[in-house]
């Protein structure tokens, strides 16, 4: 058994100790927002995501069809916010207040760009965290390592400009609290092979790095 293996082995262990089957399964909720950006994109990519999760590791997901605004208070019920969308990103003051709050009390959030949401997002990151930079995570950053083993950071799932795919961060008080993938279309990959016609090893690549976010947002 080489050393990849074990730590895999033992990683599983470790996590099906937290994660008992008897205990209530975790929701990772999709973030509605305003701006006029397609915030509903990649329909099947969540709850393929999920399967995934709930067949190759310990974790214990559900799906349930759920979106939630920024100011809800439902958004303190979910350990995971997920976004994407190819235009504008807007919150508002309220908006940012509640997400910073949510964000600096345990809550993660992965944003992925499908191709176009770049520009706002980042923006909206700075008012979000004015103090707290977007920063390139290095290629032996724990999230690449969590479950499956992303030597270069994230997959390139779909070309558009020629640039590589690249897995940002923001940092509060030491925790990485927002994850950007940039140039990758994770969320893209993980749809239903269908719907752009991508190859199984591209498909199986993708949902693979999600399950890598997903552990690792739980277990840090």
């Not at 208070?73 to 207040?97: A, C, Q, S």
Request: with cysteine; net charge negative.
């Amino acid at each position: 058994m080489d050393m990849l293996t074990l730590i895999s082995v033992y990683l599983f262990l470790w996590i099906s100790s937290i994660y008992s089957l008897d205990e209530p399964k975790i929701t990772i909720a999709r973030l509605k927002y305003g701006g006029g950006g397609d915030w509903y994109q990649d329909q099947s990519a969540l709850p393929n995501l999920i399967e995934y999760l709930n067949k190759v590791s310990p974790v214990r997901a559900e799906f349930i069809d759920k979106y939630v605004e920024p100011t809800s208070k439902d958004l303190f019920n979910y350990p995971i916010l997920w976004m994407t969308g190819h235009g504008n990103v807007r919150f508002t003051d309220d908006d940012l207040e509640n997400l910073r709050t949510y964000l600096t009390s345990g809550g993660f959030l992965w944003a992925d760009d499908c191709y176009g949401m770049d520009k706002s997002f980042r923006r909206e990151m700075k008012r979000l965290f004015p103090d707290n930079e977007l920063v390139e995570l290095p290629f032996n950053h724990p999230i690449y390592h969590s479950f499956y083993d992303f030597p270069n950071g994230p997959p390139k799932i779909h070309e558009h400009d020629g640039k590589p795919a690249q897995g940002l961060g923001i940092f509060y008080e030491g925790r990485l609290v927002v994850f950007y993938t940039y140039e990758s279309d994770i969320g893209d990959g993980m749809e239903d092979i269908s719907v752009h016609n991508d190859p199984q090893e591209k498909h199986d690549s993708a949902l693979r790095f999600g399950t890598n976010v997903i552990i690792y947002a739980l277990t840090n």
